[in-house]
């Protein structure tokens, strides 16, 4: 059945090994804007070409090859998490240092809400726009969001439309907003690179990329303090969006609505 497979999926193996091959002799390039440097990595190449590629007319990728692709990502995820691990075993002194802060920046997430909320409401969203605005959307939340309104709710319906969005631009975005903030002396290095680890593998290799661009004499350690981020996100995120994210968004939602409500009158 594995030959069956491999054999079906060859022609995916073939453009992947070549794109990869292709974004890393493309390199990561700097995009030099007054002052600001933004730096594309050789993943955003990658998701560039490939995104080229299969809406392409030649189809080398097709939307059958998904579940493949899944897979393989799977089976890469787990080769990163492994040198994650070393690398952050090897500045265990260094993430010490750092302690309460890598936990407590994940709360910087709750920014979604007092930000993203208000606009959603603006641009005639309705129960969506809890869904979209709780929390950064990723696995653990659409989970909540499924477990707490069903999935034909709304909400699911929002929580769903930001995480694919999230997975195909969130690299991107992050890449360039870490670029920024890097740039402009918003954040340290090492504060920026706990602000990549988000939770999303993809957007923490993006945003890393162009930190690491940016910094190379500080690679082991952004490496590691991105890497352990990550972990931290994954495993609060759940607890965090139940307990305060979600509460927090529906009182605000039901607040706002009630003052728009008011005004019309």
Not at 54 to 80: G, H, Q, T, W, Y
Not at 241 to 255: Q, S, V
Request: charged residues 15%; contains cysteine.
């Amino acid at each position: 059945m594995e030959k069956m497979n491999l054999k079906k999926d060859y022609r995916m193996h073939v453009v992947v090994i070549a794109v990869a091959i292709l974004a890393e002799l493309i390199g990561a390039k700097t995009l030099s804007i007054r002052g600001i440097n933004i730096v594309f990595s050789p993943l955003i190449w990658s998701m560039l070409i490939v995104f080229l590629i299969f809406m392409s007319p030649l189809k080398l990728v097709k939307r059958e090859d998904a579940p493949s692709a899944n897979n393989m990502m799977s089976i890469m995820l787990a080769v990163l998490i492994a040198k994650l691990g070393v690398t952050s075993g090897a500045q265990i002194e260094a993430i010490k240092e750092a302690g309460l802060a890598l936990v407590l920046q994940n709360f910087g997430n709750l920014g979604t809400i007092i930000i993203s909320l208000p606009i959603a409401l603006i641009l005639g969203l309705k129960r969506e726009s809890i869904g979209m605005c709780h929390a950064l959307s990723r696995e653990s939340n659409v989970g909540l969001i499924q477990d707490t309104y069903g999935a034909e709710s709304a909400e699911f319906r929002g929580v769903m439309a930001v995480y694919i969005i999230g997975t195909i631009l969130g690299p991107i975005v992050l890449s360039v907003l870490s670029s920024i903030t890097i740039s402009l002396n918003v954040v340290s290095p090492l504060a920026a690179a706990m602000g990549t680890g988000a939770g999303s593998a993809s957007m923490m290799t993006a945003g890393l990329g162009a930190l690491i661009a940016n910094h190379p004499e500080l690679e082991a350690q952004m490496t590691a303090f991105a890497g352990l981020s990550n972990l931290i996100s994954s495993v609060i995120a759940l607890p965090l969006g139940a307990f305060i994210g979600l509460p927090l968004t529906e009182f605000l939602y039901n607040k706002l609505n009630f003052f728009r409500r008011k005004d019309k009158k």
